[in-house]
T-cell receptor
């Protein structure tokens, strides 16, 4: 079974603080893809990153960084020097590569991040 | 063009109305998806189209009827909806559903209210 757990329902920080959003996943497949999406109040899901299961390199993009660890089935997301515009719901998602479930994106329940000025 | 465009952005309909949601992309993607998202919940998959053919129906009630007239267009026809169907309906597209998958592009959604 595929499952994504985002244990943090809500996080509040003050601007310029660093914040890490946790994501733990479960899958029996050896080939899978992990994603992070941002959903601001306007509703659209904004793609942030995709990582496949064979690529454990961490990635940094500006103030965003991702730590992928297969050993702990985690794909955590860190925002450095947070800003008010980072306030949104963040979803971690998993897609596997197996026949009958192709095309399904399994979402975590999301983490509401609020950044206060 | 790297967008998925959904219209209308907001829709209020009565339980006896018939309406349609529209989704369009011009990225050459061959897979398109409908998701339903209730407040404070993650998106839930409803339908998947691959090469204009319905490949996944997540046991969605028949009052939701999807249609894919061509590779760029996806519709969701609504009829006799219930108030609990009020939600954000998101459309997405991807290059394909099969291997060598590169990711989804989501539209901004249609906020549907059933009264």
């Amino acid at each position: 079974a595929q499952k994504v757990t985002q244990a943090q329902t809500e996080i509040s920080v003050v601007e310029k603080e660093d914040v890490t959003l946790d994501c733990v996943y479960e899958t029996r497949d050896t080939t899978y893809y992990l994603f992070w999406y941002k959903q601001p109040p306007s509703g659209e899901l904004v793609f942030l990153i995709r990582r496949n299961s064979f690529d454990e390199q961490n990635e940094i993009s500006g103030r965003y960084s991702w730590n992928f660890q297969k050993s702990t089935s985690s794909f955590n997301f860190t925002i450095t020097a947070s800003q008010v515009v980072d306030s949104a719901v963040y979803f971690c998602a998993l897609r596997n590569d197996r026949g009958s479930t192709l095309g399904r994106l399994y979402f975590g329940r999301g983490t509401q991040l609020t950044v206060w000025p | 063009d790297t967008e998925v465009t959904q219209t209308p952005k907001h829709l209020v309909m009565g339980m006896t109305n018939k309406k349609s949601l529209k989704c369009e992309q011009h990225m050459g993607h061959r897979a398109m998806y409908w998701y339903k998202q209730k407040a404070k919940k993650p998106p839930e998959l409803m339908f998947v189209y691959s090469y204009e053919k319905l490949s996944i129906n997540e046991s969605v009630p028949s009052r939701f009827s999807p249609e894919c007239p061509n590779s760029s267009l996806l519709n969701l026809h609504l009829h006799a909806l219930q108030p609990e169907d009020s939600a954000l309906y998101l459309c997405a597209s991807s290059q394909g559903v099969y291997r060598n998958f590169y990711g989804y592009t989501f539209g901004s959604g249609t906020r549907l209210t059933v009264v």
